[in-house]
C-alpha cells in the first residue's frame, strides 16, 4: 500500500503543478487580452470614435460596428493599430449606406455702385432667369451689367421668390450696397448720404421686407464735411437757441450742449456730427464761448473755424463785458482768436438811418428789388450781375445809388447778404456798415443753417448779423388733387425750359438761383407723390470719362436731395449719371456744351412684358452754365429738426418778421463731387 501511494505521490505532483501553470497562464491571457481592449478603447475614444466596439481573442483584437463612412473605418483601423500590430487586427466594421446628396444651395450676391451692377451665385433654372436679367437691367438703367450667375436643375426652396423679390427692391433703393440672398435670410451693406436718408431706407426695407425672412441691415452714414466748421449760438427776447451747430465727436456734441442747455436752449436742440474741425480742442472752446454768452445775459456767438466773435446785447454794461471778454479770451484754446463787439443800436427795418445802408428784398412770386447805395459804377454793376446769376435777370429791379464814402469791405457784405437772401422762398436783406439782417420765409429746414454759415464764413471777423427766418412746412396735396404723373413731369419741363438748374463751378453745389427753380418743381411733386422719376444728370465732352460720370452722379444725388429736404417723399425718384452720355448738341462750341452740361427728368413707367421700362416725357435743364457767376464754392446743408410753427407770407416790404424761428439748425457741408479736377470750359 504503501508502495502504490509512493508511486502515485510523484504524477500528483505533475498533475497539480501542471494545472496550476495553467491556471497561471489563464489569469496571465485574460489580463494580456483586458489590458489590450482597453488600451485599443482608450485610443479611440482619444480620436473620437465613440461608434467602434472591441473584442478580445487571445492574441486577436476585434473590432466592430457601423462606421459612418469609409474614411471613418479606417481611421478607426489605424487607431488600434497604434496599440496591436495590424496583422493582429479583425476588421468587423460595417459602413452605413451613404445618405442622399442635398439639392444645391441657391444663393445670390448683388453688388451696385455709380460704375454698374455685378451679380454673381446659382439660381434654380426655371426661377424667372429672364425676368431677372430684365429687372437687373432695369436697376441699372443706362450702366453695364456683369452677370456671373449660373443656374441648376432643382425645385427652388421655399421662400426662395420672396426673398430674391426683396433683394431686387432694396437693389433699387441702394446705390451704393451689397445685398447677399438665400431663402431664409436677406443681408443688406449699404452707404446712405446722410443720416436722415439711412432712417429713411432702414424704415422702408423693414416694411418691405417678406413676413418670416431674416434681415440684416448694415447701412452705414458718412459724416459730412463741413466748412467751414460753424457754431452761432443766441440769446434774446426769443430764447437761447442754435442758429448752427458742428461738433466733431459725439464727447464734443454732448459737452456744447450741455452748456447750452445750462445757457437756456431747448432739451432737443442737436449738433450735427461732422468732418473737419480746426481743433481738437472745439467742444472746450464752444462750451466756454456760450457759457460766456449767458453771463453776458444776451448777444451772439460765433465760431467759423478757429474764429470766434462773441457780441453783446445792445446795452450790456461796459464793465461786464470787459471782464467776460477777457475771461473767454484766457479760457479759449491757443488756436481760436476771439473778436469782441459791444454795439450801438441797430436800425434794421428798411427805412434809412443814414447813406450807408442796402436792401434787397424777394417776393413770393421771385422778384427781386435793389436799394440803397454801393462804393462805384463797377461794384453797381458787379452786384446787379450777381443778383441776375441768383435770382434769374428778368426777375431783378435796382435802384442803387453811388456813394464812394462807403467803409471798407462794403462790396462783400453786399454780396454777402444777396447770397443769403437766395436761401429764402422770400424775405429781405438789410446790409449796414455794422450789422446784416436777413429775414425771411423758407419751406427748407437746412436754410437756416446755410444762411449763418454763409455770413459767417463771408463777413469775416468780428461779423455781427442776425436772422429771423421762419420755417413753413410744405403744403400736403389731398388725395383727390392728385396729377397724372405725365402732366407732373410736362409741367417740371416747362419750368426747367425757363430757368436751368445750375452748380457752383466744379462741384455739385447747387447754386441760389437753381435753388427757387428746386422750389417750383418740389411745389409741382407734391401733387403726384407717387410717380416714379429718373433724375438723370450730364455732363459735356470736356474732361476725363471717369470724373464726367462722378461729377454727373453727383448733382443729380444732389437734386434729390434738395428735393428730400422740401419734405419731398423721394422713394419713387432715382438719380443715375450719365457723364457725357447722349448728347443733346454738338460739343466743339460753348452753347453746345452749354446744352449738353443738363439735368434730366424722366417719368418711368411700369415694365412691360419683356421686362423693359418705358420713358415717356423728359424735362431737361442745363446742368451748369459759365454765365453763373458765385462767391461760394460750397453751401452749407443742414440736418432738419422740427421747425417753429409757420408764419404768414413775408412780401416784398422789408421789416423784421414776426415769427422768429428759434429751433437750433445744424450745419453741414453739401455732398461732395468726389474732388473732380476743374476743367477748362467744363463746370
Known amino acids: 500500500m504503501r508502495h502504490l501511494l509512493s508511486k502515485l505521490i510523484a504524477p500528483a505532483v505533475f498533475a497539480l503543478a501542471a494545472l496550476?501553470?495553467?491556471?497561471?497562464?489563464?489569469?496571465?491571457?485574460?489580463?494580456?487580452?483586458?489590458?489590450?481592449?482597453?488600451?485599443?478603447?482608450?485610443?479611440?475614444?482619444?480620436?473620437?470614435?465613440?461608434?467602434?466596439?472591441?473584442?478580445?481573442?487571445?492574441?486577436?483584437?476585434?473590432?466592430?460596428?457601423?462606421?459612418?463612412?469609409?474614411?471613418?473605418?479606417?481611421?478607426?483601423?489605424?487607431?488600434?493599430?497604434?496599440?496591436?500590430?495590424?496583422?493582429?487586427?479583425?476588421?468587423?466594421?460595417?459602413v452605413a449606406a451613404p445618405t442622399p446628396l442635398d439639392g444645391p444651395r441657391f444663393s445670390v450676391e448683388l453688388l451696385r455702385n455709380d460704375t454698374g451692377i455685378s451679380v454673381i451665385g446659382l439660381i434654380p433654372r426655371r426661377s424667372r432667369t429672364e425676368v431677372l436679367a430684365a429687372d437687373l437691367a432695369r436697376i441699372a438703367g443706362r450702366l453695364p451689367v456683369t452677370d456671373m450667375m449660373d443656374s441648376?436643375?432643382?425645385?427652388?426652396?421655399?421662400?426662395?421668390?420672396?426673398?430674391?423679390?426683396?433683394?431686387?427692391?432694396?437693389?433699387?433703393?441702394?446705390?451704393?450696397?451689397?445685398?447677399?440672398?438665400?431663402?431664409?435670410?436677406?443681408?443688406?451693406?449699404?452707404?446712405?448720404?446722410?443720416?436722415?436718408?439711412?432712417?429713411?431706407?432702414?424704415?422702408?426695407?423693414?416694411?418691405?421686407?417678406?413676413?418670416?425672412?431674416?434681415?440684416?441691415?448694415?447701412?452705414?452714414?458718412?459724416?459730412?464735411?463741413?466748412?467751414?466748421?460753424?457754431?452761432?449760438?443766441?440769446?434774446?427776447?426769443?430764447?437761447?437757441?442754435?442758429?448752427?451747430?458742428?461738433?466733431?465727436?459725439?464727447?464734443?456734441?454732448?459737452?456744447?450742449?450741455?452748456?447750452?442747455?445750462?445757457?437756456?436752449?431747448?432739451?432737443?436742440?442737436?449738433?450735427?456730427?461732422?468732418?473737419?474741425?480746426?481743433?481738437?480742442?472745439?467742444?472746450?472752446?464752444?462750451?466756454?464761448?456760450?457759457?460766456?454768452?449767458?453771463?453776458l445775459g444776451g448777444g451772439s456767438l460765433t465760431f467759423s473755424d478757429t474764429d470766434v466773435t462773441l457780441v453783446a446785447a445792445t446795452g450790456t454794461e461796459t464793465a461786464l463785458f470787459d471782464r467776460v471778454s477777457a475771461a473767454l479770451k484766457a479760457d479759449l484754446p491757443e488756436a481760436f482768436t476771439l473778436h469782441t463787439v459791444l454795439p450801438a443800436p441797430v436800425k434794421t427795418d428798411g427805412a434809412a438811418p443814414g447813406p450807408a445802408e442796402f436792401v434787397a428784398t424777394l417776393s413770393p412770386e421771385g422778384l427781386v428789388q435793389m436799394r440803397g447805395r454801393v462804393t462805384d459804377a463797377m461794384v453797381r454793376d458787379a452786384t446787379e450781375t450777381y443778383a441776375r446769376s441768383r435770382f434769374g435777370g428778368e426777375h431783378v429791379h435796382s435802384a442803387l445809388r453811388l456813394d464812394p464814402a462807403l467803409p471798407e469791405g462794403w462790396p462783400m457784405r453786399v454780396l454777402a447778404g444777396l447770397e443769403a437772401l437766395s436761401q429764402l422762398r422770400n424775405g429781405s436783406a438789410v446790409v449796414q456798415p455794422d450789422f446784416v439782417q436777413i429775414n425771411g420765409l423758407t419751406e427748407d429746414e437746412t436754410a437756416r443753417a446755410r444762411v449763418a454759415q454763409i455770413l459767417s464764413d463771408r463777413l469775416g471777423d468780428a461779423q455781427n448779423f442776425g436772422l429771423q427766418i421762419t420755417y413753413r412746412k410744405p403744403p400736403e396735396t389731398p388725395g383727390a388733387a392728385l396729377a397724372d404723373p405725365a402732366v407732373c413731369v410736362e409741367e417740371i419741363g416747362a419750368v426747367l425750359a425757363e430757368t436751368k438748374i445750375t452748380f457752383d463751378p466744379g462741384s455739385a453745389t447747387i447754386d441760389g438761383a437753381s435753388l427757387r427753380v428746386v422750389d417750383q418743381i418740389a411745389d409741382i411733386l407734391r401733387g403726384c407723390p407717387r410717380a416714379k422719376m429718373e433724375i438723370a444728370g450730364y455732363t459735356d465732352s470736356q474732361g476725363r470719362d471717369e470724373m464726367n460720370l462722378r461729377l454727373s452722379q453727383a448733382r443729380a444725388n444732389a437734386v434729390v436731395d434738395a428735393l428730400m429736404a422740401r419734405r419731398i417723399l423721394v422713394g419713387n425718384l432715382t438719380a443715375k449719371g450719365y457723364g457725357e452720355q447722349d448728347p443733346v448738341a454738338e460739343n466743339d462750341t460753348e452753347e453746345g456744351r452749354e446744352a449738353n452740361r443738363r439735368i434730366e427728368f424722366h417719368l418711368i413707367e411700369d415694365a412691360g412684358p419683356d421686362g423693359s421700362e418705358a420713358e415717356d416725357t423728359e424735362a431737361e435743364a442745363a446742368d451748369t452754365g459759365d454765365d453763373t457767376?458765385?462767391?461760394a464754392e460750397g453751401e452749407a446743408e443742414g440736418e432738419d429738426e422740427t421747425g417753429a410753427e409757420p408764419q404768414d407770407d413775408i412780401g416784398a416790404e422789408t421789416g423784421p418778421e414776426t415769427g422768429v424761428d428759434d429751433t437750433a439748425r445744424d450745419a453741414e457741408d453739401p455732398a461732395d463731387a468726389g474732388e473732380e479736377d476743374q476743367i477748362d470750359g467744363q463746370d
Not at 54 to 73: I, K, N
Not at 213 to 236: G, H, N, Q, V, W
Request: proline share 4%; charged share 25%; net charge negative.
Open 629 to 631: 457767376t458765385s462767391e
Open 20 to 94: 496550476v501553470c495553467l491556471c497561471a497562464a489563464l489569469l496571465a491571457v485574460n489580463w494580456i487580452e483586458s489590458h489590450t481592449r482597453q488600451s485599443v478603447r482608450a485610443a479611440l475614444t482619444e480620436r473620437g470614435i465613440p461608434w467602434a466596439n472591441v473584442r478580445a481573442d487571445g492574441m486577436l483584437m476585434h473590432l466592430s460596428g457601423t462606421a459612418p463612412d469609409e474614411a471613418a473605418r479606417f481611421h478607426a483601423l489605424a487607431a488600434a493599430g497604434t496599440v496591436v500590430d495590424s496583422t493582429n487586427l479583425i476588421d468587423d466594421i460595417e
Open 152 to 295: 441648376a436643375d432643382a425645385a427652388a426652396p421655399e421662400g426662395w421668390d420672396a426673398a430674391l423679390d426683396f433683394g431686387l427692391i432694396a437693389l433699387d433703393r441702394l446705390k451704393r450696397s451689397k445685398i447677399s440672398i438665400t431663402a431664409n435670410r436677406v443681408s443688406v451693406t449699404a452707404i446712405s448720404d446722410s443720416a436722415k436718408d439711412k432712417a429713411r431706407l432702414e424704415r422702408e426695407l423693414r416694411a418691405a421686407a417678406p413676413r418670416g425672412l431674416d434681415l440684416a441691415l448694415d447701412i452705414s452714414a458718412p459724416r459730412p464735411t463741413i466748412a467751414p466748421f460753424t457754431l452761432r449760438f443766441l440769446m434774446d427776447e426769443a430764447g437761447a437757441r442754435f442758429d448752427a451747430c458742428a461738433a466733431d465727436t459725439e464727447g464734443a456734441a454732448a459737452l456744447i450742449l450741455a452748456a447750452a442747455r445750462e445757457a437756456g436752449a431747448p432739451d432737443d436742440a442737436t449738433c450735427t456730427l461732422g468732418l473737419g474741425a480746426p481743433s481738437a480742442d472745439w467742444g472746450t472752446a464752444a462750451a466756454s464761448g456760450i457759457a460766456a454768452l449767458a453771463e
